[in-house]
């Protein structure tokens, strides 16, 4: 697999990612949204460097303009809930990309530090043939993102997968690159080293989703 971890080179991204895991700034939820969006901008303007091109002219008032513009068909699919303002960060470039959704959360069965991946809810296009963008927040221990691909196999056979990700922990990032083909490309804007004994990202953020919408029942 491709891994791009993006804090490896300083930029605009360093501000968003310490205002996200900030306790202080993160109380915040409007803020901690359009930071979480604004990650996505700059992880998809990244991703799209890869992409396939062709020359297509357009006539301008003056005259005509040549320009290189991606070709690839692309579906974009979150994991919902805290998945929703990343893949609008992702849509804000790829404007016409389709979109499919996706619920998985974590069940536990016996005790607090054991879990299965539950897939409830799935709305998909094919796609057979296409770019598949499959975003995710937090790559914490990787089987959401794994159990949700294995969820897609039925509607078809991408031509490519790219992961993206906000931040990821090393054991999370091990786990999908041994569950993906070699071809996988991971955008992700930062890798920590140490995941909690419940499988959370260490020192991270907390609960994207939480953070970003309010806490939930649970049940």
């Known amino acids: 697999m491709h891994i791009h971890n993006l804090s490896e080179e300083n930029s605009i991204l360093n501000s968003f990612i310490s205002e996200i895991r900030d306790a202080h700034i993160q109380t915040d939820r409007m803020r901690f949204r359009r930071n979480i969006e604004r990650i996505g901008e700059v992880l998809c303007y990244e991703m799209s460097k890869t992409l396939d091109y062709a020359t297509k002219t357009v006539k ?50 016996h005790d607090p530090e054991t879990f299965e991946i539950i897939v409830e809810y799935l709305a998909c296009p094919s796609l057979e043939g296409k770019t598949l963008i499959l975003a995710d927040p937090m790559l914490a221990t990787g089987q959401s993102m794994v159990a949700t691909f294995e969820a897609l196999k039925p509607f078809g056979t991408p031509k490519k997968i790219h992961l993206v990700s906000i931040i990821g922990a090393q054991d999370g990032v091990d786990f999908v690159d041994d ?19 419940k499988g959370y990202i260490v020192p991270g953020l907390g609960d994207a989703g939480d953070l970003a919408f309010g806490k939930k029942l649970q049940h």
């Not at 490309?185 to 080293?193: N, V």
């Open 60 to 109: 301008t008032p003056l005259g005509e303009s040549a320009t290189e513009l991606y070709q690839e068909e692309i579906v974009l699919c979150s994991i919902l809930r805290a998945g929703v303002p990343l893949h609008n960060g992702l849509l804000n470039y790829f404007d016409d990309a389709e979109n499919a959704f996706i619920s998985a959360y974590r069940h536990h069965k």
């Open 179 to 197: 569950n993906f083909g070699k071809d996988t490309h991971l955008w992700i804007a930062a890798i920590d080293q140490t995941l909690s004994d």
